[in-house]
């Protein structure tokens, strides 16, 4: 199951679930400047790590609620910088 998901107008993640429950996730939030924004870019994964283990144990990630959620989420992420 392959899902792009648009995050308002902060961006979007990437999301690939495979049949035997692996998966790979990608998005437009990491920082290109990785030694000044490492502790940023550790937040990313750790949300991108969620949405994947979500997303492979069944959960809408694309509900508008889970949506909300997440654009709170990279809100409040972002507004620490």
């Given at each position: 199951?392959?899902?792009h998901l648009?995050?308002?107008?902060?961006?979007?993640?990437?999301?690939?679930?495979?049949?035997?429950?692996?998966?790979?996730?990608?998005?437009?939030?990491h920082s290109?400047?990785?030694?000044?924004?490492?502790?940023?870019?550790?937040?990313?994964?750790?949300?991108?790590?969620?949405?994947?283990?979500?997303?492979?144990?069944?959960?809408?990630?694309?509900?508008?609620?889970?949506?909300?959620?997440?654009?709170?989420?990279?809100?409040?992420?972002?507004?620490?910088?």
């Open positions: 199951m392959k899902t648009v995050i308002g107008s902060l961006g979007h993640f990437d999301v690939e679930v495979y049949a035997n429950g692996g998966g790979n996730i990608s998005s437009s939030f290109d400047n990785i030694f000044e924004d490492d502790t940023y870019n550790a937040q990313i994964d750790i949300i991108e790590s969620l949405v994947l283990a979500h997303a492979a144990e069944g959960v809408d990630i694309e509900a508008q609620d889970y949506v909300d959620g997440l654009e709170t989420t990279l809100e409040s992420i972002g507004n620490q910088q």
